[in-house]
Nanobody, 121 residues
């Protein structure tokens, strides 16, 4: 099985920064993509950013220039650096990874449990 654990959320003032981490563990052969999603209160889950090999990272328009997605393949960990945070960034943030558990396996989609980010003065 594969587990994803997010960390780094919390309460921050507008204009502040947070760095979210997503650590993958378990039976992992390769991770082809990592994505960050968020679900604001009372709204649907939305894509924030994703990163995969061979193409530039992709960002939602609302976070372009403020958020940066990255990954450390050696550590099976993804990151989301969030700068210039705004109250509208308040949400439960989830990471998603596309994981192949063995060389001959199909890739599966896995989710973390979420970490809360609250931007408020």
């Amino acid at each position: 099985q594969v587990q994803l654990v997010e960390s780094g959320g919390g309460l921050v003032q507008p204009g502040g920064s947070l760095r979210l981490s997503c650590a993958a563990s378990g039976s992992i052969f390769s991770i082809s993509a990592v994505g960050w999603y968020r679900q604001p209160p009372g709204k649907q889950r939305e894509l924030v950013a994703f990163i995969t090999s061979g193409i530039s990272p992709n960002y939602a328009d609302s976070v372009k220039g403020r958020f940066t997605i990255s990954r450390d393949n050696a550590k099976n960990t993804g990151y989301l650096q969030m700068n210039s945070l705004k109250p509208e960034d308040t949400a439960l943030y989830y990471c998603n990874a596309i994981v192949k558990r063995t060389a001959g396996d199909y890739s599966g989609s896995y989710w973390g449990q979420g970490t809360q980010v609250t931007v408020s003065s």
